[in-house]
């Protein structure tokens, strides 16, 4: 049986990736690009991770790197990590060599003090596995003149795959389009989308990566600065993939709204915007979302997954969230 999918629920295209940045605020970015030798899905995976902090001052004088952060990585066909290394160094990352499952508790056990201080780089450790699970999607758009898809997306076996993971999240709840019940499977929706740089603020990201050939690339921005008695934030999440005419295609894009009180850090408003997904039902994640309010933030990398479990939640939208957990710290380089 179909989902019923509600009126009005439903992508409403890309965003602006870098606004204009505010002043007397703090934007944290962040990007694990993926890309493979020879441009072979054979080949291991390179990752790339860059993420950086930067407080604008109020009164508009030159930006102020806070921190900054590189993870350089190699991953194979099967998701395992072979080589990891990260600026700054950190002791002991080579305990993830090896691992594929269990990355996100590994790295919360190892490294407490990175998790506390809401860091760059725990931003881009504990990114590891969405990115990379995501990054295959980059092959879809190669396909040579007159050569079958280098990613069938209406194989059996595709189809079969997605069926194991049924009810895992909004997009694949029983009965959605994704899973080719009644039929094929849907096939990705995709929306080009602007790059990330803008001439007009060569500081509204880190330095980027530019690979010329298949890559994919995981974006994350997050604005937070102070009106009042609330700490306010706009952030950003992406994942595209680069194309033979160079125009960067997404796959998943969602942006947030939300406030919180800055006495208690509970959250006041909050507001889950879908802007790129791939299938019909995906969206449906963004219901739930008000769960959250009333909830404290620093708490957000453990209680988004708890509040929004399964079908009631996006692995992408759950991702975006619970970066969020890092505002208070963020916040706290603004001058009150």
């Known amino acids: ?5 509600p009126a009005g629920i439903q992508p409403i295209g890309p965003s602006i990736p870098s606004p204009q940045r505010r002043l007397g605020s703090v934007r944290r970015t962040s990007t694990i690009d993926a890309i493979w030798e020879g441009d072979s899905r054979d080949a291991p995976m390179q990752i790339f991770g860059r993420s950086r902090d930067l407080f604008t ?10 921190q900054e952060a590189a993870l350089n990585g190699v991953v194979g066909t099967d998701r395992v990590v072979t080589e990891i290394s990260s600026r700054p160094e950190l002791e002991n990352l080579e305990i993830l060599i090896g691992l594929k499952g269990g990355l996100r508790s590994t790295i919360v056990e190892t490294f407490p003090d990175q998790v506390e201080a809401g860091t760059p780089l725990y931003l881009l450790l504990d990114d590891i596995s969405g990115a990379t699970l995501v990054s295959g999607f980059a092959f879809t758009h ?8 280098l990613v069938q997306e209406t194989s059996p076996d595709l189809k079969a795959r997605k069926l194991k993971m049924l009810n895992i999240c909004a997009g694949f709840q029983e009965g959605a389009s994704a899973l080719g019940i009644d039929g094929p499977a849907a096939v990705h929706a995709i929306q080009p989308v602007e790059n990330l740089s803008i001439a007009s603020d060569p500081d509204a990201w880190h330095e980027l990566q530019d690979p010329a050939g298949i ?3 995981r974006s994350r921005r997050m604005d937070v600065w102070r009106e009042g008695d609330e700490y306010v934030i706009d952030a950003f999440f992406q994942d595209a993939g680069t194309s033979p005419s160079g125009q960067r295609i997404a796959v998943h894009e969602y942006t947030l709204a939300a406030r919180v009180n800055t006495s208690t850090g509970l959250v006041t408003a909050i507001k889950a915007i879908p ?13 739930a979302v008000e769960r959250l ?13 708890e509040l929004l479990p399964g079908i009631d939640g996006c692995t992408h939208m759950n991702d975006t969230l619970r970066a969020l957990a890092e505002v208070p710290i963020l916040v706290s380089h603004i001058p009150a």
């Open 1 to 5: 049986m179909a989902v019923d999918v």
């Open 57 to 66: 001052p109020a009164d508009g004088s030159s930006p102020e790197v806070l």
């Open 142 to 149: 190669w396909t040579p003149p007159g050569a079958k898809s």
């Open 215 to 217: 890559s994919a690339r």
């Open 275 to 287: 802007q790129v997904l791939p299938f019909n039902e995906c969206p449906m994640a963004i219901i």
């Open 293 to 305: 309010v009333g909830q404290p933030i620093r708490e957000f990398r453990s209680l988004v997954n």
